[in-house]
Every structure is written in C-alpha cells, then in structure tokens.
DNA sequence: GCATTAACCACAG
DNA sequence: CTGTGGTTAATGC
C-alpha cells in the first residue's frame, strides 16, 4: 500500500512543493520514489535520455561532463536541489552528468504530474522559475570569476564554497586534487602547489583530504584579488 | 631584458 | 593518486 501522505510529511519539501495542496501533495506521492545513492554514484550520466524530475533531499552533488579535453567539474552544490531541470523540460539527452559525492537520498518525480503542476498551480510553476533564476545568476558569476580570477582566486573561491556548504572551517573535502583542479579550471600540479602555499602562510591546515580555514580574512582577500 | 604566471612533462613516493 | 622540480611559452614592466 502506497503512502500518500509521503511528500505531505516529508520534511526537506522544495519551495516549490511547499505551495502545493494536500490533494497535489497527495498526487506527487503517488508519481514519486526515493532512492539512496552512495559516494560516488553517478545519478544521471551524460548522453542517457533524462525522463524524471529529479530533487535531491540529502547529499552534495557534482555537476560534471566531458569536455574537449578533460572531465570539468560545473558546479558542486548540497541539498536540497533540484537536478537539471532545463535538461527534463528542454532536452531529452543529459549534456552533463550528476554525481553524488557524499550520501545522497533522491528523489525522481513523473514529468508529467510535475509538468501538470506548472500548468495549474501558478505559485508552483514561479517557484521553479524562482530557482530556475538563482541558477543562472550563480553560472552567470561562476563564468566571469573563472575567466577573470588568477588560480588562487578560484582555489580560495573554491574552498570558501566548501566553507559554506559545511558551514564549518574544519571539513573533508569529498574531492581529489585532480578534481579539485577540474573545478577550478587547472593542473592538479597547480593545485598541490597552491595548497602548500596557502599552509606555509598558514591561511589553512591541509592534512591530506581535510582541510581547516586559519584565516578567514586572509582566504577571502586572496578570493578577491589572487 | 627580466619577472611573473601557468601549463606541461617527468619522476618519486 | 600526490607532491615536487625543471622547462617553456606568453605576457607585462
């Protein structure tokens, strides 16, 4: 017997599901499933047809693809997110792949009813553009610091963005440092240079995957002027 | 010409 | 997979 009540308890809605009533609520339940990934599960791959919504409620994911010569890392964002919305209603192919970096607990939706929502439900279908919107604006900011920051800006860019999403100076960072250098946009030669710099400075402790933030002030101001 | 930056290669743990 | 050193090409002063 299914529950369907499932999304009208569930307790990480999105703020889309949030404006949906008891009886939407109750059709999402029955059009939904969840499924656990683990570290390093690939959740949609490039090149394979995408058929559901997908909304992430626990975990930190990596948007990543083939590019023309190496694997670039997009972006890297936690839960709760929704997982390529332009890529279900616009295309059918994935043109990047979604992975889960740490737990994640996901859940695939039906196009259909979910589509069926936007038409119907105004508030629904504008707080998915509503998050439609912050994605552009962060891909937006992402593009220009990458083109216009130097390596260490982007490195101390991206573990201030570990900071946050941790929301903790002391973290394990779920990448390698070839990753690490595919989402900054360099070598992992680089990378390892970096690291080593920033500690001998004691801007932060590095201790194989864990890192901690000793200065704040000091990662922030190489953030902004390398 | 000299310094800086970053990519690329090679080799060692 | 990482860290390090050497080399090189591009760019700016």
Redesign the pocket.
């Known amino acids: 017997m299914k529950d369907f009540n499932i999304c009208k308890n569930c307790q990480i809605k999105s703020l889309a599901a949030k404006v949906l009533n008891d009886k939407e609520l109750e059709e999402l339940s029955n059009c939904c499933a969840d499924v656990n990934f683990k570290k390093g599960d690939i959740i949609f791959k490039q090149g394979a047809l995408s058929s559901n919504i997908i909304y992430v409620k626990t975990g930190l994911i990596k948007f990543h693809l083939n590019g023309p010569?190496n694997e670039q890392i997009i972006k890297i964002d936690k839960a709760p997110i929704f997982l390529g919305l332009p890529i279900t209603f616009n295309q059918k192919i994935n043109y990047y792949s979604a992975s889960a970096i740490e737990p994640a607990k996901v859940c695939f939706i039906d196009i259909n009813v979910f589509k069926n929502f936007i038409y119907k439900n105004g508030d629904f279908a504008y707080q998915i553009i509503i998050d439609l919107c912050k994605n552009e604006y962060n891909y937006i900011l992402k593009c220009v610091n990458r083109t216009q920051?130097?390596?260490?800006?982007?490195v101390a860019d991206a573990l201030l963005h570990f900071y946050i999403i941790y929301n903790k100076k002391e973290f394990t960072l779920p990448?390698?440092?070839?990753?690490?250098?595919n989402y900054t946009?360099?070598?992992?030669?680089?990378?390892?240079?970096?690291?080593?710099e920033l500690q001998n400075d004691e801007v932060i402790r590095?201790d194989?995957?864990k890192f901690k933030i000793l200065n704040e002030e000091k990662l922030q101001l190489i953030s902004k002027n390398?």
């Open positions: 010569k920051k130097n390596i260490n800006g982007r990448l390698s440092r070839q990753e690490l250098g946009d360099t070598s992992r030669e680089n990378i390892s240079r970096i690291l080593t590095v194989n995957k390398g």
